[in-house]
């Protein structure tokens, strides 16, 4: 198996080149990290199958195909359903989405509640509330998608969501243990490599890489296998449930585990939060608004559990071709 995996499929083989998808070869790889957060260790081996990736993140053009072809409605535009939000007023359960905001001073950052708003009508088509338009934003990253849209939309394609071994592997772009999808090094020769946060977060973005928000995909290089936006841009959905901690029986076992998957979510019983009943995926990557003075993220080996039902300005996702499961079925 790991044989044919290494090898790109040719034009003799039942599956072709698909449209704007890179081939991500194969192979055995660290993943996480010892040197960051918690939620990143331990660093474990871990081996994947080659694959297919979407070269850039799903882009709202992209995005917009789906919906007219399907009737499509985002979980954003739905009206949120009241038996999941117990003790919330049901006319406050309007459809919209998550919006960053950015004050206009230094503030504190326990509270992440001053610079996201709940947007009513906030959506994909309406990345800022109901008065803005991703007319001007066609080639940027879809954003306000929550699990199931990304889902929706894979399914449509004929793809699947990458697990979040397939990802960090594509993301690490064939380097071995290195802190960004490029290297070790932020900024090689001053040059900016992926859409994060300069300044001090929340209050002061001061724009070094050119964008405050999201920027059209592909503006910064592609990592080592021909992926754009890895890093930064916006965080992006994976198919497995989010634990706080990569599993120990990973490392404690006496083979490779080949692309490990968490498919069942551990509720968080000690969580205040009332959205602790809902499953949370991982996402990874980082996005826009990461920042090293508040999260840093924008590494192969970041992650971070959402929602599944969440939707934000700064969160897309891209898709995945499995070559070996589709020879399989
Ligand atoms: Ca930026
Ligand atoms: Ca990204
Ligand atoms: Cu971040």
Redesign the pocket.
């Known amino acids: 198996m790991s044989e044919t995996s290494t090898t790109r499929p040719n034009a003799t083989d039942r599956i072709s080149t698909p449209h704007d998808m890179i081939w991500v070869p194969g192979g055995t790889f660290q993943m996480g990290s010892e040197d960051f957060y918690p939620e990143e260790r331990p660093v474990h081996r871990v081996a994947v199958d080659g694959f297919w990736m979407d070269e850039h993140p799903v882009t709202n053009a992209e995005f917009r195909r789906f919906v007219e072809a399907t009737g499509y409605i985002t979980v954003a535009e739905r009206a949120p359903d009241p038996k999941e939000y117990p003790g919330v007023d049901p006319d406050c359960l309007v459809p919209g989405s998550l919006v960053f905001r950015r004050p206009p001073h230094r503030v504190s950052l326990k509270d992440h509640r001053v610079w996201w708003t709940y947007v009513p009508d906030a959506s994909w088509r309406h990345p800022e509330g109901p008065a803005s338009t991703t007319d001007d934003q066609k080639d940027h990253p879809v954003v306000h998608v929550a699990y199931e849209d990304a889902e929706a939309y894979a399914y449509w394609a004929g793809k699947s969501l990458p697990t979040e071994a397939e990802w960090e592997f594509a993301a690490r772009g064939g380097l071995e243990n290195a802190v960004f999808v490029w290297g070790n090094e932020f900024a090689p020769g001053g040059g900016m490599m992926a859409n994060t946060w300069q300044g001090e977060f929340p209050w002061q973005n001061l724009k070094s890489d050119g964008y405050e928000g999201t920027s059209p995909v592909g503006s910064f290089p592609a990592n080592g296998y021909g992926l754009y936006d890895m890093a930064g841009n916006v ?1 992006e959905w994976t198919s497995d449930f989010f634990r706080a901690r990569h599993a120990e029986e990973s490392i404690k076992s006496c083979c490779t585990p080949r692309n490990p998957r968490v498919e069942s979510y551990e509720q968080n019983q000690n969580s205040h939060l009332p959205d602790a009943h809902i499953p949370r995926k991982v996402v990874k990557g ?2 826009h ?3 090293p003075n ?2 840093l ?2 590494r192969p080996a ?1 992650r ?1 559990g959402e929602a599944v039902e969440t939707s934000t300005s700064h969160i897309g996702f891209r898709c995945i071709v499995r070559v070996l499961d589709s020879e399989l079925s």
Do not use: K, V
Request: some cysteine; proline content about 0%; charged content about 10%.
């Open positions: 965080w980082g996005s608004l990461c920042a508040y999260c993220r924008y970041a971070q």
